[in-house]
């Protein structure tokens, strides 16, 4: 597995939880990396995304001003604070690298790893 995510749980509303996803040198040096989740029925979506340097990121509408994406490069990490959780935050939550130092919402995205279930309560 060339990228793992890890954090999450279960969270009442309000809550916050902070996501990890640790990936392999190979896969993440030089490249942009991203969060997306996969709720139930519905399609994955775009959630955040970071360039290698750290000096560009993205968010979707419906997480700005509540989630935050982060690096730390010396560890492979990429992180996902995630603040102000709400129900229809409830997913399962995938992180993926491109192939070049920024990418967007559409990508392409290259390589994921297995995803991290977040569930949100009322």
């Known amino acids: 597995v060339q990228l793992q995510a890890s954090g999450g749980g279960l969270v009442q509303a309000g809550g916050s939880l902070r996501l990890s996803c640790v990936c392999s040198?190979?896969?993440?040096?030089?490249?942009?990396v991203g969060w997306f989740r996969q709720a139930p029925g519905k399609e994955r979506e775009h959630v955040a995304a970071?360039?290698?340097?750290?000096?560009?990121?993205s968010y979707a509408d419906s997480v700005k001003g509540r989630f935050s994406i982060s690096r730390d490069n010396a560890k492979s990490t990429v992180y996902l604070q995630m603040n102000s959780l709400k129900p229809e935050d409830t997913a399962v939550y995938y992180c993926?690298?491109?192939?070049?130092?920024?990418?967007?919402?559409?990508?392409?995205?290259?390589?994921w790893g297995q995803g991290t279930l977040v569930t949100v309560s009322s």
């Open positions: 993926s690298s491109a192939r070049s130092a920024y990418s967007g919402p559409t990508g392409p995205w290259h390589y």
């Open positions: 970071i360039s290698w340097r750290g000096d560009s990121t």
């Open positions: 040198r190979r896969t993440c040096s030089n490249n942009a």
